[in-house]
């Protein structure tokens, strides 16, 4: 009865028709016919043949009846812009993790620099105070006092995980007081030719410069490396 699909004219906002050609057949055909495509049987009429989604039935075309939906393609786009962004902020955060890994790693490796260079001026103090043990009439006040800030300096160990300010200031304190003993020491000595004379003496005096040096220059790349690393520590996102 009806060659051509219908559609809404005349109303200014025609919809999209989508077409799907069905076998030949009369419109109420559907109504009894199970074997249809399209058989689905609704309302109070036996005739009644659109499915769902059709509007109209016009013998050999449907006329399916869509609207477009103007937000399904931005909304996919801003879907995968989403997805983009927060797949960079991962992998900053994961670039960001690995280096404050790095940097603590590099601060801990220091830091046993730093205890290295103090061991081995505590080993050598030791050497000396016992060859100064042997001159009866060196001042016991000066080697006394080697003596304890020596043991004191020893005493205090610091991992490098467990550098707080409190034991850094103690560790710091105790070095310090173990500093000034020895240079006391060496100021004595030079009173005493025969002990300033031999060689284990001179051994040492010639060490010692050295080995303050190098104490120097490790707590320095310490310094600097801790400085970064809590620099960075600060930054965001660290700091939420």
């Known amino acids: 009865m009806h060659d051509e699909p219908v559609g809404l004219k005349g109303t200014g906002r025609e ?8 076998p030949p057949r009369k419109c109420g055909q559907a109504a009894n016919d199970r074997t249809h495509p399209f058989h689905r049987p609704f309302g109070t009429s036996p005739g009644a043949c659109m499915p769902p989604g059709v509007h109209l039935c016009t013998g050999r075309y449907i006329a399916l009846v869509t609207e477009p939906n103007p ?46 260079a103090y061991q081995l001026r505590a080993d050598k103090t030791k050497n000396i105070v016992e060859i100064i043990k042997g001159s009866a ?13 020596r043991a004191k300096a020893t005493s205090i160990q610091l991992k490098a995980d467990d550098l707080t300010p409190e034991k850094m200031a103690q560790f710091e ?6 500093s000034g ?4 020491l060496m100021v004595t000595v030079e009173r005493y030719p025969d ?15 050295g080995m303050e040096n190098r104490i120097g220059v490790e707590r320095r790349k310490f310094n600097d490396l801790a400085r970064a690393f809590n620099s960075k520590l600060k930054m965001f996102p660290n700091n939420l």
């Open 15 to 22: 919809p999209q028709l989508a077409l799907e050609q069905l």
């Open 195 to 209: 002990l300033k004379t031999t060689q284990a003496f001179r051994d040492f005096q010639a060490q010692y410069e």
């Open 173 to 178: 304190a105790a070095q310090q007081q173990l």
């Open 71 to 116: 937000r399904t393609i931005p909304m996919k786009r801003s879907t995968i812009i989403l997805l983009v962004v927060l797949g960079a902020i991962v992998l900053w955060a994961i670039s960001f993790q690995r280096g404050m890994v790095g940097m603590n790693e590099g601060v801990a490796a220091q830091w046993s620099n730093v205890e290295n």
């Open 181 to 184: 003993a020895l240079s006391r």
């Open 137 to 149: 009439d060196f001042e016991q006040k000066t080697l006394t006092d080697v003596v304890e800030a």
